[in-house]
């Protein structure tokens, strides 16, 4: 007697086939629906043994791409014998049935096989590319390996971006001295200037005043010549003379 034990999510994780896909097949062939499926207590449909199985081959024909129709064509080939196996029980002795069962049981055990065959192929030619492309390291060291390097470039990126703040504050700095040093010659420059027209005039002021002083000595020199030359002449002219004399001091 079958167990209709088997939910739409319990043969997805079997076959990997959902369940849209699993109503088409049953709507195409409706042996599989009559003969291999009971309503549960809660009136969810729930699927036999021999259900699964042949779902399984049907799950590995869609994975090797192959049309719908050769598919539905295959359920239907793998549940008819089923059918009339349970249909000629009364008529054929239990050990031909048995071997009719084990012989299409075997026939989907190795189709199933050959389908288990492909997929650890698969499998292991996926882990050689991924060897390949790690040069032979473990998948979990290559990402803690890149983890590393990522840290690595930050930092690099953290201690780029400080030398360049660096650099932008020394250019700022030079700059500002490079300000204030013009301007500090600029006012030396300019003190330099006053200073030298300051001592120009002075010169110019000293030049004056010894002119006007060996003017008056050469005055002063005649005034006396002019005093010795007179004084014989009469004291009033003489003291005129003197006061003229006093004036120049």
């Known amino acids: 007697m079958s167990t209709f034990r088997h939910s739409y999510s319990d043969l997805k994780k079997s076959t990997g086939l959902d369940q849209n896909?699993?109503?088409?097949?049953?709507r195409d062939v409706p042996e599989l629906k009559a003969r291999h499926t009971e309503n549960g207590s809660s009136g969810e449909l729930l699927f036999d043994d021999n259900a699964v199985i042949v779902l399984q081959q049907?799950?590995?024909m869609?994975?090797?791409?192959?049309?719908?129709?050769?598919?539905?064509?295959?359920?239907?080939?793998?549940v008819t014998p089923l059918q009339n196996v349970n249909a000629n029980i009364?008529?054929?002795?239990?050990?031909?049935?048995?071997?009719?069962?084990?012989?299409?049981?075997?026939?989907?055990?190795?189709?199933?096989?050959?389908?288990?065959?492909?997929?650890?192929?698969?499998?292991?030619?996926?882990?050689?590319?991924?060897l390949l492309l790690t040069d032979g390291k473990d998948p979990a060291e290559?990402?803690?390996?890149?983890?590393?390097?990522?840290?690595?470039l930050m930092q690099l990126e953290r201690e780029k971006s400080e030398a360049e703040q660096m650099a932008r504050n020394a250019a700022d700095t030079a700059r500002d001295l490079m300000v204030t040093t013009t301007?500090?010659?600029?006012?030396?420059?300019?003190?330099?200037?006053?200073?030298?027209?300051?001592?120009?005039?002075?010169?110019?002021?000293t030049k004056a005043q010894e002119q006007a002083t060996r003017e008056k000595a050469t005055k002063r020199a005649v005034l006396l010549d002019q005093l010795d030359l007179?004084?014989?002449?009469?004291?009033?002219r003489k003291r005129e003379l003197l006061t003229h004399i006093r004036e120049l001091d």
């Open 90 to 130: 009364k008529q054929e002795n239990t050990y031909q049935q048995e071997n009719i069962v084990k012989e299409m049981l075997s026939e989907i055990k190795r189709s199933h096989d050959v389908a288990l065959k492909a997929q650890q192929e698969t499998i292991d030619q996926l882990k050689q590319r991924i």
């Open 21 to 26: 896909f699993i109503r088409r097949i049953m």
């Open 230 to 236: 007179l004084s014989w002449f009469q004291w009033g």
């Open 142 to 152: 290559v990402r803690r390996e890149r983890e590393q390097e990522q840290a690595r």
């Open 183 to 205: 301007a500090k010659q600029e006012a030396l420059e300019r003190e330099q200037a006053r200073l030298k027209a300051e001592l120009e005039s002075k010169e110019a002021e």
């Open 62 to 78: 869609r994975a090797n791409k192959r049309p719908f129709k050769l598919i539905s064509k295959a359920v239907f080939d793998a």
């Open 58 to 60: 049907a799950a590995q």
